[in-house]
């Protein structure tokens, strides 16, 4: 019995509009089996500024896009992949600030980032703001990126004595952010020029805030429970786990499970095809042709002359209101 073979990466994408209005997370993976590089994107809109959905679809949609154009050079290129990360928010930020001058109503709006790119087992990736990307490896769960926000300093200030720990977890300021896309001067990102290596086994999950509503060794212990599961149901009690908090004022919550299966030698790489590289036509060449300009008619008579019935399946059609 032919059983499909083992994908390098399982992946699963899970969004919950938690306890909030509107959604203002966004997100998108891709990862083509067949390949042995993925992508995934992640914003979460600045909360309670006007317009924080839109930064998040903008940020979202402006980096996969540059980073998915950039795909076939992962590989032959892979030493360039943090530049395209670095390019990629850059062109997320232009965008923000050219929306946001058309539309100064909107003024305010902003969106975290995480990036990231896998190319076998390595993970390039790149943050800005207070979305976590956490490792689960051998049971232990950390977080890798930094947290642009507050959290830090004030978690800083619980740990030296200078405030008592219920009011640096319920201050005010906690969640205040010190870097996010605005449009404007990006204060701070992490983006390592060198790869994290992945192991078999390893867990990823790249995140919003909204997940850590759930305590951390809350979610080592669901990532380690769960760990040989697939990566659909390792989501699916992330987000069992956030509905049974009940709580009221639960965030945003969306994330991306990402399972290394195994790190056998790489069969297929995606080249790039040469800017420069001009084919010969040929009967796979995919063509347009014009009904209205006689395209069809030329095609048509050259088939009728051939003799070989093609000129039949060249019967012209046009999809109307109501036709089949």
Not at 57 to 63: A, L, Y
Not at 119 to 125: F, G, H, L, Q
Not at 186 to 215: H, N, W
Request: with cysteine; charged share 25%; glycine share 8%.
């Amino acid at each position: 019995m032919w059983r499909s073979p083992e994908p390098r990466f399982d992946v699963a994408a899970c969004i919950c509009q938690g306890g909030r209005d509107y959604q203002e997370d966004a997100i998108v993976t891709d990862f083509p089996t067949g390949t042995d590089i993925g992508v995934a994107v992640l914003a979460d809109g600045m909360g309670g500024h006007a317009a924080g959905d839109v930064a998040s679809k903008i940020v979202v949609t402006e980096v996969f896009s540059e980073l998915k154009f950039e795909s076939a050079n992962f590989a032959e290129f892979e030493a360039e992949v943090p530049n395209y990360l670095t390019a990629a928010a850059s062109s997320a930020n232009a965008c923000v600030r050219d929306y946001v001058m058309e539309n100064p109503r909107v003024r305010g709006m902003g969106a975290t980032l995480v990036a990231l790119v896998m190319v076998e087992n390595r993970m390039y990736w790149m943050s800005i703001g207070d979305s976590p990307l956490y490792h689960l490896r051998s049971g232990k769960l950390r977080q890798l990126n930094e947290d642009h926000s507050m959290a830090p300093q004030i978690d800083m200030m619980v740990k030296s004595g200078m405030m008592d720990p219920e009011t640096g977890k319920n201050h005010p300021d906690r969640n205040c952010l010190t870097s996010v896309i605005l449009g404007d001067r990006v204060a701070r990102s992490d983006c390592p020029k060198t790869p994290f290596k992945l192991e078999v086994g390893d867990i990823v999950v790249v995140s919003s805030d909204g997940l850590q509503y759930l305590e951390e060794p809350k979610i080592e212990r669901i990532l380690q429970k769960y760990r040989r599961r697939k990566s659909a149901e390792i989501a699916e009690h992330l987000l069992a786990a956030i509905n049974d908090l009940a709580d009221p004022e639960q965030d945003n919550v969306s994330f991306a499970v990402i399972k290394l299966n195994h790190n056998k030698p790489s069969m297929q790489k995606v080249r790039q095809k040469p800017v420069d590289l001009v084919e010969t036509a040929t009967s796979r060449t995919t063509r347009v042709v014009s009904l209205d300009s006689g395209g069809y008619d030329t095609a048509a008579s050259a088939a009728n002359a051939e003799g070989d019935g093609k000129a039949d399946k060249l019967a012209p059609f046009k999809l109307v209101a109501g036709g089949k």
